[in-house]
Nanobody, 127 residues
Framework: QVQLVETGGGLVQPGNSLRLSCAVA??????????VGWFRQAPGKEREFVAA????????TYGKFVKGRFIISRDSAKNTAYLQVDELKPGDTAIYYCAATPWTGDLQELDSAYPWWGRGTQVTVSS
């Protein structure tokens, strides 16, 4: 069983930055053997892939809409993954979720590939 808890969301003004955290706790296996993905879901829209990172942080991939404002990282010693978002825009308003999947050698962009999910953290970008 893998448990994930997202933190770091909130109300921010356009142009500011935010760093979201995802604490990963796994029973039976080291948390580091899981790839972690970030997804977001805006009101009235489907959930979309933001970014994913391999178990050792060496591989990263980003969603097609990402244009340099998002950076995914992880600290294996802390079993925590991060999503840095810069130059926030109102269109970034969404619930941000982190998810985990056993590491298979490839990064996954489909949400169906992730069996474990956090409850999400709300990010609202507004002046």
């Amino acid at each position: 069983q893998v448990q994930l808890v997202e933190t770091g969301g909130g109300l921010v003004q356009p142009g500011n930055s935010l760093r979201l955290s995802c604490a990963v706790a796994a029973s039976g296996r080291p948390a580091g053997v899981y790839a972690v993905g970030w997804f977001r879901q805006a009101p009235g829209k489907e959930r979309e892939f933001v970014a994913a990172i391999s178990w050792n942080g060496a591989l990263k991939t980003y969603g097609k809409f990402v244009k340099g404002r998002f950076i995914i990282s992880r600290d294996s010693a802390k079993n925590t993954a991060y999503l840095q978002v810069d130059e926030l825009k109102p269109g970034d308003t969404a619930i941000y979720y982190c998810a985990a999947t056993p590491w298979t050698g490839d990064l996954q962009e489909l949400d169906s590939a992730y069996p474990w999910w956090g409850r999400g953290t709300q990010v609202t970008v507004s002046s």
